[in-house]
């Protein structure tokens, strides 16, 4: 018997594609190549505007030119935690060839508590990730486009939109298509620093940035930047760095040996993102390029090195073009990662239970509908602005890596597997460093924003925490003694309630469903809100050949249907021994205006009478076929294609 | 055995006051006094606006002061309307002393049809005239106080809430609060026309207002009014009138005789509501107020009358409250008539039904809601403007005082009483002159925005008559031949479906029921969504002693359970001669918040077997009672007061 669908369902198949069984679960195989691509676009994006945001910070101290002193200094340091990160990171892909997330690796050695507190750490700064990297590619956009600037907000919004949308069809990680616009960028960028250094140690040096107004109010003052300054733009530079862990996070896409090709692909990535994160701070630096609202840092990089010729302009708008695509992309990377954490989590019971499930297409959907709202609130909040949205980001990130590091200090520790010694030195200082970076951040940028995330995980890392006691309660309560109860005897007595609001076709179904049932008593029960129809019902009801059935009335002067319904089942079932069946016929209209006429009365019984131990309430469905005249031709219409029409007889 | 109340309920009754029986259901009756301040503050309010509109309609052809010359004349003709329809009501008062609404005239009289359109402009214009008075009682409002002006939609809105608020507890026509303003308005505006007489009788004559620019401008230009000027004027004054139609809706309010004291009443009515829109609309002329945003011409009269005194200030500040109250409790009339009229077309199944149902304290709570939800979207789209509100203002009026004039006539024809004639003379001319006056409102409001009435009218006439016709083949069908189904015998077959999840006390339940139930077939289903899982479930259910229940396993590879159990139960109910129970275990929580945590699996799978004919879907419940340690004081708290407790065993 093949039965039609109903509309949502071929909506859903339109918009998503048709339905994944789940054995169409599959992993595609990467080369390194293409995992690069696929697994560094977060990372290596981030180089798009980490220099901007240590610039934007020591200019906002009010220092002057001297601020661009400090850039390449800064860059420097922050390039020296990556490679520590980068080391650690090699340890965890050899020992977590599976899956390698901090999640896994702290539960794994420091246990469930403190894997929360790296979990719900890292699911925020995922949801921050899609924020501030929509939020800057936006910025790529209208740094060419001017015009754009007001509209930043939508548009960021509806890349959000079209980011979910591909990952609730289920974008297959597919190597080619992130391969471009990653390797663009690549190219974009050292193409950029390569002309950068040849105009300087063979022509005649690359000149300043055409500075506005605005601007060169942001170049006045001077002074030297103090301790806690540079920390700041340290600070700020850090998030750089987040999106390394991405590659640990997906050892078993890479082809065999895993851990091999992994370790590989991470150092080449580790390599490119030091060179362009101090090559564009060294060419912000010569060009003095001062950020400001419509106008990025590599768009005035990309302006001063290549200058107006022809050539220089198809340069600019490609390295534009290629910034923004890759920072979109970057987004995309938080949707493979934030649902799959979360489904994590959520196996353990630390998250609601329904992001386990997998959609339609086999992804985990709530989990990116959950990403995409969360990021959307957040650029409509702080409004598509990446420098309130960059004090928010990276505490997250650095917290996970500490525990993740320690976690695997712990580990080196416990197994001493050959050459534990040498790895524990490198994880232990992975741990350190990055936990100093933790506290740097955290305490740089409280004010300015880093106090909302601070307040923020605890709480969530409570929820978490509460919600699994729940789970296990509700577990332990529902298991207990369950495969006896599956043996307890039935109750003494079955009693079945028809409730009867008048004689039609309806009640006749559900008093021959009832029959059905051979219960040891049957009432018909009319809860009477007018006497004078209750009056009339009587009469009828007494011509009815039913005299097995009387009809019992009960009056409802305060017209609360479901409480005196609730009143007469609690009596019947106060007993612990008997088993009540409330049945209620229900209408089933053809078309869904029809049910808006009638009230809702059926389901606000059934809700009610929940609160009764053995009562069960039963809808006795009742079809009506027909259609008023007005509307034949639009319901036959309907019928034909709602879906239903298969199985009314 | 003594329920605890749920939450929500304790807090209706917490807001609205304690339930009210339906033997409670009783009417005051009012001395005449009375009964004029009950029913009249609709039309004696509307003296607030109705020359203010005809000053502005004219005003704004440009015809400089000589606009003024028009306003008594055009004034005197509407009063003359007015004459009409007080001299056709009576005759409707006595021959429909039990209700002699527009609807029920027009339908006793032309028929179903008419009557709907009757009803239909009536529901409109009550909706408009709540919009206008409060919109029109703000002005008042902000006309002493500047500084609202800006608030003064958030203050409309507020206005409607307390009143809608009012109408849901219930408030009685109760005369001695509803006497006050409406008194307190006749002494305020039959003074100030005294004091404007005196001083121009017997004194200096009053002075013209003084102008601020903006009204200076509206005084530019100069010439004669052209006939539809004049027409579109005499339209705006058609505010005035409306209202009138009240007393004979309530004449069962009335002392014996009933019909004897509503005519009087009705009379004196007509003369106060004729005597103060001639006085206003006269000293208006007299003074030449020029209404402006912020500054209605009652406030501007008030004052030049009155003068700056003290005594004066206060007299024009009294002036200003009475307005603003009056008006205010003009908007209660519509929350009186609205949901009664409404009631009345859905009790003749032109509305949805569920606006006949007696809410909480007897009122009809639906029809309430939608009143204040319709008034407010409009005093927020048009921002609380009389003026632009005017224009849709009347048509509706109009249209249901010429079916309900006609209707008259038609009957006076039929029935041929003792003096037929004179009252067929009346209501023929009040019919004549009702139409004549709809066309003039409706020709020249058209695009000022009558066009919208015009255009939603015999739409929504036409969706009230398509209700209609599905509420009646719907009752055909289910009542044809519904006292023999009542005697059908049982079908052949009975199989019961549980649905396992998982082994647990929640599934041990739903396994007991379905044995009480005694089928001809009982089968318990897993549907495989995870193959693991199925596979543990399997084995662990070779472990029970349930040796004559096997469990059997349906794959679901597209993980779409609920579609899977619809193919399941379609298959079993295919013969049509077998009814099959799917009994659907469900967890009822002690938490709303605990229910959060789980996915609403057996709601769905309920809602989409309600497609099958002969699918009888059972929800066995299972009470979970623990609390998870972390909220247990917390949680107790909350069962002593949900009132689930003390049901649960």
């Not at 195989?29 to 560094?40: E, G, I, K, M, P």
């Not at 630390?350 to 297409?361: A, E, S």
């Amino acid at each position: 018997m093949v039965l039609p669908e109903n509309r949502s369902f071929r909506l859903k198949s339109k918009v998503l594609g048709r339905t994944l069984h789940t054995d169409q679960l599959q992993h595609e195989r990467l080369n390194n190549a293409t995992a690069l691509a696929v697994f560094s676009s977060d990372a290596l994006s981030s180089t798009a505007y980490a220099s901007e945001e240590i610039i934007l910070t020591l200019l906002t101290a009010g220092i002057g030119v001297a601020a661009f002193g400090y850039v390449v200094p800064i860059t420097i340091a922050m390039v020296i935690v990556l490679t520590i990160l980068v080391f650690s990171y090699r340890q965890t892909i050899k020992a977590y060839p599976s899956a390698g997330g901090a999640y896994i690796v702290t539960k794994d050695n420091l246990g469930v508590i403190p894997a929360q507190v790296a979990g719900v750490a890292l699911l925020t700064d995922y949801i921050l990730t899609v924020s501030v990297s929509v939020s800057a590619g936006v910025a790529a956009l209208y740094s060419v486009f001017h015009g754009v600037y007001p509209y930043r907000v939508p548009i960021a919004l509806a890349f959000i939109a079209i980011i979910a949308w591909g990952n609730l069809r289920g974008v297959k990680e597919s190597g080619k298509l992130f391969a471009i616009p990653t390797f663009a960028f690549l190219v974009a960028m050292f193409v950029m620093i390569g002309v950068g250094l040849i105009k300087t140690i063979f022509g005649s040096g690359l000149e300043h940035v055409v500075l506005n107004p605005e601007q060169h109010d942001a170049l006045k003052g001077a002074g030297a930047a103090g301790l806690v300054l540079i920390l700041h733009a340290f600070a700020s530079g850090g998030a750089a760095v987040t999106g390394v862990e991405a590659i640990s996070n997906g050892v078993p896409a890479f082809k065999a040996p895993e851990w091999k090709n992994a370790r590989n692909t991470l150092m080449v990535m580790g390599g490119l993102l030091g060179a362009m994160f101090l090559g564009i701070s060294w060419l912000a630096t010569q060009v003095q390029a001062v950020p400001t609202e419509g106008r990025t840092v590599i768009s005035q990089v990309a302006d001063a090195v290549y200058g107006n010729g022809a050539i220089g302009h198809v340069m600019y708008i490609f390295t534009q073009a290629a910034t923004m695509f890759i920072l979109v992309l970057a987004a995309n990377t938080s949707f493979a990662d934030f649902p799959r954490l979360a489904s994590f989590q959520a196996e353990d019971s630390f998250m609601p239970r329904q992001l386990t499930k997998r959609g339609h297409r086999l992804v985990f959907s709530n989990g990116i509908v959950a990403l995409a709202i969360s990021a959307a609130v957040l650029v409509v909040v702080l409004q598509a602005d990446v420098s309130k949205l960059i004090p928010l980001y990276a505490v997250g990130v650095f917290t996970s890596f500490t525990l993740s590091q320690a976690g695997m200090a712990r580990r080196h520790v416990r197994i001493k597997e050959a050459g534990w010694r040498s790895g524990l030195f490198i994880n232990a200082l992975g741990a350190v460093v990055t936990l100093v970076v933790t506290v740097v951040i955290a305490y740089t940028k409280f004010t300015h924003g880093a106090w909302v995330i601070i307040v923020l995980v605890p709480i969530l890392v409570w929820v978490v925490v509460r919600l699994n006691h729940q789970y296990e309660t509700e577990k332990a309560e529902l298991h207990e003694d369950a495969f006896r109860a599956v043996e307890e005897p039935i109750l003494r007595r079955h009693d079945v309630i028809v409730l009867i609001d008048t004689i039609d076709r309806t009640s006749a179904r559900a008093i021959q469903y009832a029959r059905t049932l051979i219960p040891d008593d049957l009432r018909a029960v009319h809860i009477a809100i007018d006497e004078q129809h209750a009056a009339e019902l009587a009469d009828e009801w007494a011509t009815l050949p039913l005299a097995s059935l009387p009809l019992e009335m009960r009056l409802c002067p305060d017209r609360r249907i479901e409480r005196s319904v609730l009143e007469l089942v609690a009596e019947l079932a106060d007993d612990g021994q008997t088993e009540v069946s409330v049945l209620i016929p229900r209408r089933v209209y053809r078309a869904g205006w029809h049910k808006l006429l009638h009230d809702r009365t059926a389901e606000a019984i059934a809700r009610t009478l929940a609160d009764v131990p053995h009562a069960n309430v039963t809808f006795v469905p009742y079809h009506l076929t027909r259609s008023s005249k007005g509307a034949h031709v639009h319901e036959v219409e309907h019928g034909a294609v709602s879906g239903t029409s298969g199985i009314h007889n």
